[in-house]
Each structure stands twice: as C-alpha cells, then as structure tokens.
C-alpha cells in the first residue's frame, strides 16, 4: 500500500492591510476582508496539498498596528506552533510589513517559518498582487528547506529575510528589497528556492506584556539646529539618531547628543538606506568617532527603523547598556553573530 505524504499544516492570521480592502461608501478602500476570503480568492491552492487554517486577528490598515498588537500575535505564533502547525502565514498592511517582521524575528526562536506578506494593490486593482503573494507565502512556508531562517517576508516571488526587508517604494508592487545582502531566494514554478541563508540568529526574551520603552527616531538633515532633541531625555527611555552618510551629525548638535546619551542610550544610524555606520574612519566634530567616543552606540548595518525595534525589544528585555550595546554590535555586523547577549 502507497503511503501518501502529510499535507503541510499552515496557520494563516489575517491582520487586514491592502490585501483585505474592499470598497467603502464614499470612495476609496478599507480593510473588511476576512482571512476566509482571501484564502477563497486564491487560484491553485487546493492543488497545492496545502492545508489552510485561517485566524481572523485583525483588520487594521497597517499603520494603525501596535506593539500591542505584534506582541499578541507572537504570542498566539507560538499557540498555533505548540498546537502542531508545521508554519505560520502572516496577512497584513505592508505600511508596518517590514516593523512587524523583525519584532516577531526578535521573538521567534523555533525552527519553523513565519512568512510574513500582503499586497500594493487592493482586490479592486486590476493586477491585484494579494492572491499571487499569499500562495507564494504558502508554499514557503510549507516549504521543509526554509526551517531555521527565522522570520520570512515574501512577495513578488521573492524571498527576504526580516532584518534586511525594505520597503523602499510607495506603490510599486516590487516595493520590497533588502538593500544590504538582497533575498535570500525566489519562488520558481512555485517552488521555494533558497540560495543563501544568512549566519546566525538573533532572538531575545519575548516580554509577559508589550513592550512599553519609549524610543524616539530623529533623521538629522542639512541645517539641523536639534529643535526635535529639546528635553528628549526627559520624555524618551532611548533615542535612534539617523544620521548622515557613515553617522555624521552637524557639529552644533554634538554638545546636545553627549548630553542625552548621559541619561539614555542614544543609537547612531545611517539615513541612507543601505550600508553601515563607520566606528574608526572620520575624525571631525560630528563625525562618527566623536560621536561614539562620546558614548553613542553604532548601528552598524540595521537602518534607522530596524534600530529603533531592536532598542525597545532590548530595553524590554531589561537590557542596561552595556547589553546594548553588544546587542548592536553582532545585529549591526561588527561582531560575530554568536557575541549576541542572548543564547
């Protein structure tokens, strides 16, 4: 007798975003799709031998997600898990797609995949991306050869690891790349294809509630007289500087950012988009070696957006500064990835 192979068991949470909009009175779209309706919109995933079960978690657009809202859904990650789910679909708003991915990379310390996707043109659209997204986000994470990447973003057939994904452009449907490394593989024919995986993991204590840290982001721009800085210490528990180029600032906010960094911690990023923070090369008031010899902590390759997570997860985490300090220096490429404080 011919033993047929177990179909895959993959839990789909819907959390809303473009892929579940639908039309509005007054004109325009608003999330109002269920997960049910995006798995019936689906061409070819009964022949897929995949089987779908559906969580209707939310339906927000993307940019009213919450650390309330990713941490609930960690959690209930590893219930679908724990219950015998072989991995895990994430549908959402790709506003915070890229946000929502790395927070659940932090937190998601098994082997088996989480993909996360959606769509840049809602199911009104002609050429609506959603149903091609969501398969391709199925088959990989029913895909046995994706175990221990961590988090996975998937769309426009690729395939891209959370702390790298971007997405870099406002309505294109190849809206998401990842600057610094690329994907890590595609989708051909239908099939996951893998071609290199990154080294090491970086997972830290998913915290009993959400974290609560409050972490500020400040892009420094020509002529920058440090107006966002006023009383950042008084009001902010850690600061991201996005600074320019390699992590440069203008000279009249260094006194301002030494002064904050004494009573917070205060991460030095690139706004550029792609590449990392110098620690050694520019010697200039404002540059990077003054700033991190003024205690400021570089990012290394983790963009502003990726930095300002990791700080709140870290501080969640009841990290002091030192703590931070390593946990940037193996995220951000300075150090081997097995100097990450966490085991």
Not at 269 to 292: C, H, I, K, M, Q
Not at 320 to 327: C, E, L, M, Q
Request: glycine letters at 14%; one cysteine or more.
């Amino acid at each position: 007798m011919t033993a047929h192979p177990r179909q895959p068991r993959i839990v789909l949470f819907g959390l809303g975003g473009t892929i579940a909009m639908a039309p509005v009175a007054g004109g325009g779209v608003a999330p109002a799709l269920s997960p049910s309706d995006l798995v019936a919109a689906v061409p070819g995933l009964a022949e897929s031998g995949i089987a779908v079960e559906v969580v209707d978690f939310r339906r927000l657009p993307g940019a009213s997600l919450d650390f309330a809202d990713v941490h609930a859904l960690s959690v209930a990650v590893d219930g679908a898990f724990a219950a015998g789910a072989d991995g895990v679909v994430v549908a959402q708003g790709t506003d915070t797609l890229e946000e929502t991915a790395y927070l659940l990379d932090l937190w998601h310390a098994g082997p088996r995949p989480v993909v996360v996707t959606g769509a840049m043109r809602n199911p009104t659209a002609a050429g609506h991306d959603g149903p091609a997204n969501l398969l391709a986000a199925l088959r990989v994470a029913a895909d046995p050869g994706v175990a221990g990447l961590g988090v996975l973003v998937v769309l426009a057939d690729e395939i891209h690891p959370a702390r790298r994904v971007r997405k870099t452009h406002s309505t294109s449907v190849g809206a998401f790349t990842s600057p610094n490394g690329g994907p890590l593989g595609y989708l051909v024919g239908g099939r996951p294809c893998v071609l290199h995986r990154p080294e090491g993991r970086f997972v830290l204590p998913r915290p009993a509630d959400p974290p609560t840290a409050r972490v500020g982001l400040v892009t420094v721009t020509l002529g920058d007289r440090g107006e966002l800085l006023h009383g950042a210490e008084d009001r902010l528990d850690g600061l991201v500087v996005a600074g320019m180029g390699v992590g440069h600032v203008p000279e009249r906010l260094v006194g301002r950012l030494h002064e904050i960094g004494g009573r917070i911690p205060v991460v030095l990023a690139s706004r550029t988009g792609a590449g990392p923070v110098l620690t050694d090369t520019y010697a200039f008031p404002g540059s990077e070696r003054d700033l991190l010899a003024r205690g400021l902590v570089p990012a290394g390759f983790c963009d502003p957006v990726r930095a300002r997570l990791l700080l709140c997860a870290a501080l969640a985490a009841g990290a002091d500064r030192a703590t931070v300090a390593g946990a940037f220096a193996a995220a951000g490429g300075y150090t081997a990835p097995d100097s990450w404080p966490w085991a």
